[in-house]
């Protein structure tokens, strides 16, 4: 597609539950990050791929979160058992290798 | 531990106003420095700035990158209302390779008619 698209805009999830975020990025883009923005706060790196690899998960806050982009397109975070302080913006941003990335709208996860 | 600060964070100007947004950051193995203008979606890149081209200029905004005070600023010239935004900075570095961006806050911008 033209940008990156992410699923589902909005998710309420009930605490403890297992909750799953799509990302497609722009095609071709070698490289795939994941972000969290907390209101009022910039962005926090999760997580990066170079393709299908994993090259940091550094950001990951837990080990309740995972990220995985097996085929090195699609990319899918899933957090596990979520609590309330999960809640925030997840972000995907891919890039052709270079700095310049390019952010989808993101995905609004609400833990009640 | 890489960080961006970003001042001030938040401010009320009106329509044609000059505005001034600031970006201090301490970081290993500095590459570049980004802006970024967030609406209420995605953020959308304005400028990159690196260790050789460390000025650049769009339309009514540009931005300045001063490598000696780890520092840059983003000049919007006669604001509009259209302006009205989250404005982040973003620095790329760190020890891994890779576009691992760390970002500031944001300067949330109000531009009233």
């Known amino acids: 597609g033209a940008g990156v698209s992410q699923s589902p805009r909005y998710k309420v999830a009930k605490r403890g539950q297992d909750v799953a975020l799509r990302c497609d990025p722009i095609?071709?883009?070698?490289?795939l990050f994941w972000y969290q923005q907390a209101l009022g706060q910039g962005p926090e790196f999760l997580t990066y791929f170079q393709n299908e690899a994993q090259l940091d998960k550094s950001g990951l806050p837990s080990d309740r979160f995972f990220a995985e982009r097996p085929e090195g397109s699609v990319s899918t975070l899933k957090i596990q058992r979520t609590q309330q302080e999960d809640s925030a913006v997840y972000l995907c941003a891919s890039s052709p290798g270079a700095n310049v990335l390019t952010f989808g709208a993101g995905s609004r996860l609400t833990v009640l | 531990e890489d960080k961006v600060v970003q001042s001030p964070l938040s401010l009320v100007v009106h329509e044609g106003d000059t505005v001034t947004l600031n970006c201090s950051y301490e970081v290993t193995n500095f590459r570049s420095l980004l802006w970024y203008k967030q609406e209420k979606k995605a953020p959308t890149f304005l400028f990159m700035l690196?260790?050789?081209?460390i000025e650049k200029k769009s339309g009514r905004l540009s931005s300045i990158l001063d490598k000696k005070e780890l520092s840059s600023i983003l000049n919007i010239t006669a604001t509009q209302t259209g302006d009205s935004a989250i404005y982040l900075c973003a620095v790329e570095g760190g020890e891994t390779s890779g576009s691992r961006l760390t970002f500031g806050e944001g300067t949330q911008l109000t531009v009233n008619p």
């Open positions: 095609s071709g883009h070698v490289s």
């Open positions: 690196t260790s050789s081209g």
